[in-house]
């Protein structure tokens, strides 16, 4: 409570980071290949489903990436949620697993093990019950400690900005990025933060196999532009401070370049079967022809919600609501350790930018029950705004997801 109320110096947080780092189990690589490693870490955003996809997009341009991730709480649902809807693949590794997966395939994507930071599930506990979890300090220990883990030789943050994000204007969200890239060069990890848009959902697709279902079709070179810009830019922005390319231009079309000839899309095959999942299921979802996904799991029933109103653009898309819709639908759980649904979800027919008419469809609910009911239909549909000028869409696909870089 005190650290709530008064703060942390810089000195401060980053010695809590080392104490809580040291905490547990800290990854040890070969000398050969320690400049290689680097992992992104997001603060979490609706339908953001960019870390299965930059993953094994960096491992495809020579770079290790051993992901450790979470699983979500509230409304969305995390990047293990969404992985542990493919059938068969393991979110929990050995070392010796991890090593072989670093070794052999470039990348893993794994949970938090009881022996990685255990301080930090203590302290999380206390700040859950005392009301203190909003507090830049403590946010930036248990983020970067577990980021240190993994003996990182560069680290690109993802921070979140908007109405749909626990930081919604800019100046917190820049003085917060400092912080972190002040703390991550005290650990001696090259670190830099990518600010981003969190007002409309990422992509199209909300929900746990909804979402590995359009990360594939990024993988497959066929991505929302939103998404593909994400991947590329921040990748890009990782193989620069790397060392990999001399700018970040080029690394971005190294980057862009893996989604279009094969190689990430293959190396998340890889991945899959590393992590356990059968050849054959990881083949299927992989097969370019393919775009149904039949090996994952599916709603019993969709429902599509028109449009009523004029012929015009989308403006907007509130991602807040929609994150709480496809939460209650099931797609999220409300209790650590409660099961989610990974069926479940939402689809965004017009994207924001898009020409909108009367009866038009513009959102897919994927759901279990009988009939959407009228609640969510009603909140839904209030989420949607529509402009008479396309040049007032600003939150459209011509709208860069990226506010500010700080290095």
Not at 281 to 288: D, M, N, V, Y
Not at 355 to 370: C, F, L, M, N, Q
Request: proline share 4%; with cysteine; glycine share 10%.
């Amino acid at each position: 409570m005190a650290i709530y109320l008064k703060g942390m110096t810089d000195l401060e947080t980053a010695t809590l980071t080392k104490a809580m780092l040291h905490s547990g189990k800290i990854f040890q690589w070969p000398d050969d290949i320690r400049h290689l490693i680097v992992d992104k870490h997001s603060t979490g955003g609706v339908g953001d489903k960019i870390s299965l996809i930059l993953g094994p997009a960096l491992a495809a341009c020579g770079l290790k990436v051993p992901m450790i991730s979470g699983r979500g709480l509230g409304f969305t649902g995390g990047t293990i949620d969404k992985l542990e809807s493919i059938p068969g693949f393991r979110v929990l590794l050995s070392q010796q697993e991890a090593m072989s997966a670093i070794e052999n395939v470039g990348c893993f994507i794994m949970a938090q093990t009881a022996d990685i930071v255990p301080a930090d599930k203590i302290l999380y506990a206390s700040r859950d019950v005392t009301a203190t979890v909003d507090c830049p300090p403590l946010i930036t220990a248990s983020i970067l400690s577990k980021k240190a883990s993994e003996s990182l030789s560069a680290l690109l943050l993802d921070l979140k900005c908007g109405s749909a994000a626990f930081i919604q204007d800019l100046a917190t969200a820049q003085s917060f990025a400092r912080l972190m890239v002040k703390v991550g060069t005290e650990l001696g990890i090259k670190t830099a933060v990518a600010i981003t848009r969190m007002d409309c959902p990422l992509g199209r697709k909300i929900g746990n196999a909804l979402e590995v279902e359009e990360s594939l079709d990024t993988l497959k070179g066929r991505g929302p532009s939103d998404i593909e810009e994400l991947v590329v830019i921040e990748g890009g922005i990782l193989l620069h401070i790397a060392g990999i390319v001399s700018c970040r231009s080029d690394g971005e079309e190294r980057i862009r370049g893996s989604l279009y000839d094969g190689t990430a899309l293959r190396t998340f095959r890889d991945m899959m079967t590393a992590q356990g999942v059968a050849p054959e299921i990881a083949a299927s979802l992989c097969c370019t022809d393919d775009s149904i996904y039949g090996a994952l799991p599916k709603a019993r029933r969709t429902t599509d919600l028109r449009y009523s109103g004029p012929g015009d653009y989308v403006h907007a898309i509130d991602a807040l609501v929609l994150a709480l819709v496809s939460g209650e639908l099931g797609a999220a759980r409300t209790v650590i350790g409660g099961p989610v649904n990974h069926a479940v979800g939402l689809e965004v027919l017009t994207p924001p930018g898009s020409k909108i008419s009367a009866g038009t469809p513009w959102i897919r609910v994927y759901h279990d029950e009988g009939q959407l009911s009228e609640s969510h239909a009603d909140r839904l549909q209030s989420a949607l705004t529509v402009h008479d000028s396309k040049n007032e869409a600003k939150n459209g696909r011509n709208c860069s997801q990226i506010l500010e870089v700080i290095y």
